[in-house]
């Protein structure tokens, strides 16, 4: 399968999946009967649903009726999945000339699907020039020509424009009903610049903001639309202004209140950007048992704003993000795959009736998973400052008090703690020594613990700390802040 180094960040997003995915023009459909999607493993707050092996599920969406739907990157197939009956439909794609499905044909990850406000599926095929159309009620598939190159997200805007970006297009498009062209829709793509590798996508107003991989940058458009089409985007800004601030591999975003959220897909980071003071925040992850960076990818916006729900790469985990109370919970994944011990969460979409519930890909175990957002977190933590100042004397110890409430009844009442920190891209802690002792409680005995800090010559500056709390299945993190002097204090002892 593919190692840590080839997961998904630019050049390797595209990876060894791009295969022209050949399926005719006109519109054809092949349905096969139902299949139960098998509860393979769940815990109160993660649930699992089979898929066929090797169908390596990618991308994913839950309509507006809670209909769950997701692509297979190598079976040529279109699943729907009805969570009350926990069934699911395999919609096959095939040529209209062939009886049945080519195997392996459609061997192109799928990164984005959408539904329209007319009720179609759209989804398209890194690597190719094709997007896709199905059409719910008739079970049918249209593909239309991309010149541009396939989308790499999608978004449906202001009267059921789709906007779509294209990583190795360079290039930002729009997709708009309009009857004048044989196929209902005008296909317009505006170029970006070489060597831009746009992937994120967020719509705001009449604007269109875009991370851009390959320049590090933060882009936003105006949008030229005087006569409800969309003829043209101006760029109106890019973020860092200066050369100071530099991001890692800005993947996906949200934009609110002169806040944008990013995630840095090079690092174990969701990064607050503020545009006005032009100042940065990052919140690591908690450290995954590799000390892997874990790479977090796609950003779901929930509760106006409140709420910031982001898939983990490589950290077995999806997480939510409280931007108001800045606090953070991870759902373990249960399931791993035969051929390692990372799961790979490459796509999410929560529900939109009820936003808290959130739906999961698992590319490399053939599952999909639903996270119960409302079940209760029996636990949480706190430290007795909000902000600290680590000694430079490393023969000095700087030290934070813990303490954990609550219960933990779903691993005999025992509790792991754990410490990340910002400054380092896989969320260590680089020069500084750390201990948290203890590291492991037994909440029916020990509430209270602390976390030790020893600084050997870590580089100044303002970072940030988290401290996590974890049963096992979900973990709770608090942020610090963490700053470390420019004067160093060397102590010498002479014998």
Known sequence: MISRNVS????????????????????????TDLFVG???SQNPYVQEFSLPTGSAP????????????????????????????????????????????????????VWTILQDKDGFIWFSPLGTKSIWRFDTEHKTFDKFQSDAGSAFQMKSGTGGIIWFTTLSGNSLGVLQKNNAFPSGYKMTSFNLGSSTAPAGLFLKDNYVWVTEITTQKIVQYGITNPSGMIE????????????????????????????????????????????????????PTSQNLFHATTLPFWIRGINDGKGLWFNE?????????????KTMIEYNIPSKPNDGYLTYPLNISTDPRDENILWFSEWNT????????????PFSIS?????????????????????????????????FLNASSSIAPDAGFGDIDVKISPDVLDLSSGNTSQLILRNYSALPG??????????????????????????????????
């Open 58 to 109: 990618n991308g994913l969406i839950v309509d507006n009726n809670g209909t769950v739907w997701v692509t297979s990157s190598s079976l040529n197939a279109l699943y729907s999945f009805d969570p009350e009956s926990q069934k699911f439909q395999n919609y096959v794609i095939k040529t209209d000339n062939s009886s049945s499905a080519v195997s392996g044909r459609n061997s192109t990850m």
């Open 38 to 40: 098998v509860t393979s």
């Open 462 to 495: 303002n970072y940030t700390l988290g401290i996590s709390v974890s049963n096992g299945l979900v973990e709770k993190t608090i942020f610090l802040n963490l700053i470390v002097p420019k004067e160093y204090i060397f102590s010498i002892t002479i014998f």
């Open 383 to 415: 430290a007795n400052t909000d902000q600290v100042l680590l000694n430079n004397d490393a023969s000095k110890e700087t030290v934070v008090n813990l303490e954990v409430h609550g219960k933990s009844p779903y691993s005999a009442n025992h509790v």
């Open 8 to 31: 998904i960040a630019v050049g390797i997003i595209i990876i060894g999946f791009v295969v022209f995915w050949a399926v005719s023009l006109k519109p054809v459909s092949h349905q």
């Open 313 to 325: 790469h490589e950290g077995n985990k999806l997480a939510f993000f409280d931007t108001v109370n």
């Open 366 to 377: 053939d599952k999909i998973g639903k996270i119960n957002g409302h079940v209760h977190i």
């Open 232 to 283: 043209n985007i101006t760029k109106m800004a890019e973020f860092p202004v200066d050369n100071k601030t530099l991001l890692s591999s800005p993947t996906d975003l949200f934009v609110d209140s002169g806040i944008v959220w990013l995630t840095e897909h090079g690092t174990s980071f969701l990064t607050e950007y503020d545009l006005q003071p032009g100042t940065v925040i990052r919140y």
